[in-house]
């Protein structure tokens, strides 16, 4: 953690893929990044006295920006897992999360993840639904930078499915208006969102998990929770 010349206050340098609504995104009037990861980081950062410092990297370059050195923390809607755990340390859960399946509206061959052997699948690169899909027999499964990037191509008729993380889809075909898509019902996966610190600062994993209990135990968690998902 780096200070901040000009005001002393100690700096958290936070990395996320700033193209995952509703968790984190820019703004379309002001750019600034919001959403529930975003929201949550600050108030984890206020709760430790840490101005909270945002950058806007891949999904796939997030754990080797944070080996690098370049950031503290990761809070990017990211899935513990064993794979990620052998690189990062993890916080506590913060969010409970899954896979879900987004088809065409008029798509009625594909009902539940068995049908999508031998279709063409589109994920965003780095992440548990490329690792999922990859398992299913015969799939070409594409790879795009970013979940909005997957939509267009399903929409575009490049891929005949997307697959992602159920709270996004839900959140994009709430708020895109869209009505030629459609999500599927089936959840393929239980996963958790933790944040990220590296292994080489335990100590800031310590407090991370401190300030999360605080905000668990004094409501606010709860607050930001119900602005971007309801009760
Ligand atoms: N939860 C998924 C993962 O951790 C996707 C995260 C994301 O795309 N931001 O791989």
């Given amino acids: 953690q780096k200070k901040d010349a000009a005001s002393s206050e100690k700096v958290l340098r936070v990395g996320c893929n700033a193209d995952f609504a509703p968790f984190e995104f820019q703004s379309e009037d002001s750019k600034e990044y919001t959403g ?16 909270v410092d945002i950058q806007n990297i891949n999904f796939d ?33 913060y969010y409970q999360s899954g896979l879900t399946i987004v088809v065409k509206g008029d798509n009625d ?26 398992t299913i027999p ?3 499964v594409k790879e795009f930078n970013s979940s909005a990037d997957t939509f267009m191509e399903l ?11 159920r709270p996004v889809n839900d959140y994009y075909l709430a708020k895109s208006g869209e009505k030629n898509v459609k999500r599927l019902s089936e959840v393929l996966t239980a996963e958790d969102y933790g944040i990220a610190m590296s292994k080489k600062n335990p100590e800031l ?27």
């Fill in 61 to 93: 370059g997030l754990i080797p920006s944070m080996e690098a050195g370049n950031i503290d923390v990761i809070i990017s809607g990211m899935t513990i897992n064993d794979e990620r755990k052998n690189k990062v340390l993890f916080s506590k859960p």
């Fill in 109 to 134: 061959a594909i009902k539940e993840f068995k049908d999508l052997d031998g279709k063409k699948i589109a994920v965003q690169i780095g992440t548990t639904g490329a690792t999922e899909a990859k």
């Fill in 205 to 231: 994993a310590k407090q991370i998990d401190e300030a999360l209990d605080k905000l668990k135990a004094n409501g606010e968690y709860d607050k930001i929770y119900e602005t971007w998902f309801g009760k």
């Fill in 36 to 51: 529930f990861d975003m929201d949550l980081i600050r108030a984890v950062g206020k709760e430790m006295g840490y101005k």
């Fill in 155 to 165: 929409k575009a008729g490049g891929v005949d499915a997307v697959v992602n993380d």
């Fill in 138 to 140: 015969n799939a070409v």
